[in-house]
DNA sequence: TTGAAAGCGCTAACAG
DNA sequence: CTGTTAGCGCTTTCAA
């Protein structure tokens, strides 16, 4: 089988190669019968076009990148959707790169994308990385920072306002009338749990009347949660909180399943609320009232982001801060085991 | 800022270009000190090596694509996990696509790949695609298909063998005592579940002494576990299963959720068994004894067939279907939902 | 509307 | 060990 470009194309179809790049790239300025020929002639040979050479050529490719720390993380996941529509409707196409939070792979698949020459990046990653991106921004490739807010001025991003997550969780306690409210997450030096407490503590501290206990864990999975709830189980009745506002839903669910097991009620006794809204969470044995960052919304925001600093480099530049930086506000979706 | 290329730094180094590609290529045949002023001169510039130019001079790509449906899937996920590690080895990158389970969109991606020449593809799909992939390997571009045995022996695959995961839950449960085993899954026209479903049936017929109830579902989500699991707890005593086979962890779930909070025990009242092993399974209240398709070997052994093709494909041609179509035998796991 | 031809940046073959 | 150079396949002037 023989290798077939547009040469051979041409050749099949009795035309000149520019001609077959004509039709290729500006197809109304073919006539209706070469354009035939041709069209029959690429589905014979079968022809692939070859994006390299027309890569060098055009000096610029019309893909994206979106590098993730972990791709089976449902928020991603479900970002990536977004990221795909709106990358297609703009004519791009998405290259996915998972870094499975290792520095390294991370660095790696930095350097191949930007040699790829891709058009853009969305970088989410576990670590302070803005340095690198300046400096990758710096040889042509812009980025945007995503779930975490860039510090420079310089560097567009979006993500998510986790103080005022927390408040919205703590004030929808404190609506349903509870009053010792135990925040369980941790550690406190991850900065997303940090600003949850913080938003919760805000809400504590304006509304009055309220006490918000801290329960530290060590990781945010669903076994600390089990352990939690085994603490909770085993306090004196007035020692407990009447409501637990849990960092993310797996800490979430892992506390309801074994404070239901060990005979108290979700919520009579108490309430919980989680973070995230995982699928879990709404399919849960009592379905989790939870705190939901915006999914698609973020992921088709990311990318105008990206199209606007890749065209208008100047006028973003001078646009600020305020659109450069993209912060949304999470909602709250109420279930059963809030509901009373 | 001025593009740099090997041009540049070659000048700016005050070797010829040719020595830089050398450098690039061949750092052994460069000489320490030009090696040294070229270093320098690189990091001095910033260079990138451009991609498209390399590729296009070399005819092939350093690249292999692996399409899946659903990359928040979590048996995707994992199985990326050992492609990037093995593919990684071979000196190759992956880059992922998330097809979404929507044939426009996987086929775009085949067609991107192909134009990218990337060396080789791995591609899951939800649906029959093997005449595509052979008309894309007719073009020099070889792929496996991820999670489906494929049909014709030009066709590698690398695929699990659900039967016999079927098998050995039932087996499991008829030894720790069983006799009345339920095996809740649907549709039948899913050939997962059918093979699951069959699996099991084989290993009672052969042992003897066991009946098998089927329970269908219509889909094979936590909530239909739910439902599944008020059935059961509806039926009188004497009309219960003392096992459930559930087609899927989720399913499974639920229904021990279910049982748990009816007042039943598991396992003693009812034993069950999940299948997949995804991260949920262990964590859960009662943790889920599940069949577990292997998953770092499964990505791995995926990238190692696709070498064997890339290759050796004269080789690997007349190597025949049972070393190109790998056939991988699941695990149980053992936990506290069958013990007893 | 079509054809001819230059050249994108790199690699490797070859000459020195 | 180093330099010179052809050419990968495509897009796009420019001329006809």
Redesign the interface.
């Given at each position: 089988?023989p290798r077939?470009g547009i040469r051979e194309v041409a050749q099949a179809a009795g035309v000149a190669q520019g001609t077959v790049s004509h039709y290729l790239n500006h197809p109304d300025r073919v006539s209706a019968e070469k354009a035939d020929r041709i069209r029959s002639a690429m589905d014979r040979l079968?022809f692939?076009?070859?994006?390299?050479?027309r890569?060098?050529r055009l000096g610029h490719?019309f893909t994206i990148a979106y590098i993730v720390p972990?791709?089976?993380?449902?928020f991603f996941?479900?970002i990536?959707?977004g990221v795909?529509a709106r990358a297609a409707e703009a004519g791009l196409?998405?290259?996915?790169?998972?870094s499975?939070r290792n520095i390294a792979?991370e660095e790696?698949?930095l350097?191949?994308f930007?040699?790829?020459?891709v058009r853009g990046m969305l970088v989410a990653s576990p670590r302070p990385i803005e340095e690198r991106l300046a400096?990758i921004r710096?040889?042509?490739t812009p980025s945007v920072l995503v779930g975490q807010l860039a510090a420079s001025p310089e560097q567009p991003s979006v993500s998510i306002d986790d103080v005022s997550g927390g408040r919205l969780a703590a004030q929808h306690l404190m609506s349903i009338g509870r009053r010792r409210i135990a925040f369980v997450g941790g550690p406190l030096g991850v900065r997303q749990v940090a600003d949850r407490l913080q938003g919760a503590s805000n809400a504590i501290r304006d509304a009055g009347g309220a006490t918000l206990e801290v329960i530290d864990v060590v990781s945010r999975?669903?076994?600390e949660g089990?352990e939690v709830g085994e603490a909770l189980l085993a306090r004196e009745v007035d020692q407990r909180p009447d409501a637990v506002f849990a960092a993310n839903d797996l800490l979430a669910i892992?506390i309801v399943?074994?404070l239901?097991?060990g005979g108290l009620r979700v919520p009579e006794d108490i309430a919980v609320v989680g973070y995230d809204d995982i699928e879990?969470a709404e399919?849960s044995?009592v379905p989790l009232t939870s705190v939901r960052p915006p999914h698609e919304e973020f992921g088709s925001a990311a990318v105008e982001l990206l199209l606007a600093v890749m065209d208008g480099a100047p006028a973003a530049a001078s646009a600020g801060r305020e659109t450069m930086q993209l912060v949304f506000p999470p909602d709250l979706v109420v279930r059963q085991s809030t509901a009373g």
């Open positions: 089988m077939v079968g692939v076009r070859n994006n390299a050479a890569q060098l490719s972990d791709v089976s993380n449902p996941a479900t990536a959707e795909e196409s998405v290259f996915l790169a998972n499975n792979r790696s698949y350097d191949l930007q040699e790829f020459g400096g710096a040889h042509g999975v669903m076994s089990h892992g399943q074994t239901l097991t879990y399919s044995l």
